[in-house]
């Protein structure tokens, strides 16, 4: 069930962004220091609301270096309670050439490969904003499960930059005051 819901995220993520929106300019990406960018980081916000991702609880992912080169990306989440259990899932992620490292394809199932794009990270490599061309789906990660409501705002103002709808973002549930929260998809979580 997990392994659908996340194939569902990342599908619609692919088939919704892979030609992006014609009407849009193509959007700026970071510049990315993998050695840096390696190791844990929580999914904060999603401006996609999409089914896969509805009821997560502590979604968090860890990026690593395969042998290949390439990035191992190891997915765990819990699904609509904290007493849930842990799922966890390995993905194949890898980097276009030429892109500063900001241009991933993640592959949750052969053939199936889709964009994941770095569109900012902070110069300490706190957070990072991951997102597609035509700007309906985006994400917030952090090295840490909240982030200071001031950083938060500072986020979405890049997101806004960028042309995103920032009215539809919104932060996922990493600890359990913050189910029912104002801004926090709660909806499935109990």
């Given at each position: 069930m997990v392994l659908l819901t996340v194939s569902?995220?990342?599908?619609?993520?692919?088939?919704?962004g892979c030609k992006?929106?014609?009407?849009?300019?193509?959007?700026?990406?970071?510049?990315?220091?993998?050695?840096?960018?390696?190791?844990?980081?929580?999914?904060?916000?999603?401006?996609?609301?999409?089914?896969?991702e509805k009821g997560m609880v502590e979604p968090y992912d860890v990026y690593s270096k395969r042998p290949d080169g390439d990035i191992r990306e190891d997915f765990s989440v819990r699904h609509g309670s904290f007493n849930a259990p842990k799922k966890h899932f390995v993905l194949h992620d890898?980097?276009?050439?030429?892109?500063?490292?900001?241009?991933?394809r993640v592959q949750i199932f052969w053939p199936i490969n889709l964009p994941f794009l770095a569109l900012y990270v902070d110069p300490q490599y706190r957070y990072v904003m991951f997102g597609e061309q035509n700007r309906k789906f985006g994400w917030i990660y952090s090295r840490t499960p909240t982030i200071p409501a001031n950083d938060y705002q500072d986020l979405l103002a890049r997101f806004n930059a960028l042309g995103y709808d920032t009215s539809k973002f919104v932060k996922f549930v990493q600890t359990p005051d913050e189910i029912g929260q104002t801004?926090?998809?709660?909806?499935?979580v109990h």
């Amino acid at each position: 069930m997990v392994l659908l819901t996340v194939s569902i995220i990342v599908m619609g993520l692919g088939f919704s962004g892979c030609k992006g929106d014609e009407n849009s300019s193509p959007i700026k990406l970071a510049r990315i220091d993998m050695s840096r960018m390696y190791g844990g980081w929580y999914l904060i916000a999603t401006a996609s609301r999409n089914r896969g991702e509805k009821g997560m609880v502590e979604p968090y992912d860890v990026y690593s270096k395969r042998p290949d080169g390439d990035i191992r990306e190891d997915f765990s989440v819990r699904h609509g309670s904290f007493n849930a259990p842990k799922k966890h899932f390995v993905l194949h992620d890898w980097v276009r050439p030429g892109t500063n490292n900001a241009y991933w394809r993640v592959q949750i199932f052969w053939p199936i490969n889709l964009p994941f794009l770095a569109l900012y990270v902070d110069p300490q490599y706190r957070y990072v904003m991951f997102g597609e061309q035509n700007r309906k789906f985006g994400w917030i990660y952090s090295r840490t499960p909240t982030i200071p409501a001031n950083d938060y705002q500072d986020l979405l103002a890049r997101f806004n930059a960028l042309g995103y709808d920032t009215s539809k973002f919104v932060k996922f549930v990493q600890t359990p005051d913050e189910i029912g929260q104002t801004g926090v998809w709660s909806e499935g979580v109990h």
